[in-house]
């Protein structure tokens, strides 16, 4: 399905080796960058996501997407490449349930800072910087953490890991080329 903005790709799941290695700097910034964000933006919006790493659709490049509110009610639309994550030394950690487009149908606690930054470039190349609290700073850690080729079941112990992984893969999956589950 093409759309104005892009063309929905199917989610890569836990297990494919591109989610589980740090993706490669991004070094060109032209129409073919421009392109991918886009179908980036499509596929999280087909699977019905807050946020989308490159390698969730099967690319090892340093980019993430995001759509969503940080504490305040604030809505952030962005797209990140080459991003650095920014904790604050002394944390506030926040434990709440996440879930990840590419273990579809299950979420776990999990505690994270209640603030973030990130700092890289847009998609021209020129530098950025984003500040989030909430979802947003959830959503900052959770993408960046899927660029260093972490899944956050990965942060879980062993046995809930197992039991997490074993149900995901009883679901059909989420965004292009999976009946709507609505």
Not at 21 to 30: G, I, L, Q, W
Not at 55 to 61: D, K, L, R, S, T
Request: hydrophobic share 40%; net charge negative; charged share 20%.
């Amino acid at each position: 399905m093409q759309t104005s903005t892009g063309t929905p790709r199917p989610i890569t799941r836990y297990g494919a080796p591109v989610l589980h290695h740090r993706c490669a700097e991004v070094t060109v910034f032209d129409d073919d960058l421009a392109r991918l964000v886009a179908d980036m933006y499509a596929s999280m919006y087909a699977a019905r996501g807050v946020g989308l790493a490159a390698n969730q659709i099967g690319v090892g490049a340093r980019i993430f997407v995001v759509d969503c509110a940080d504490a305040t009610g604030t809505h952030t639309v962005a797209a990140v490449v080459n991003p650095v994550l920014h904790l604050p030394e002394a944390r506030e950690l926040v434990a709440d349930e996440e879930g990840c487009l590419s273990v579809p149908g299950q979420h776990a606690e999990m505690t994270r800072s209640a603030t973030a930054a990130v700092t890289g470039f847009d998609l021209r190349g020129e530098p950025i910087r984003l500040e989030g609290s909430g979802t947003l700073a959830r959503c900052f850690q959770h993408e960046v953490d899927h660029l260093d080729g972490l899944v956050y079941v990965d942060r879980l112990p062993a046995k809930q890991r197992k039991r997490i992984l074993t149900a995901s893969a009883e679901h059909p999956g989420v965004g292009a080329g999976v009946p709507d589950q609505g």
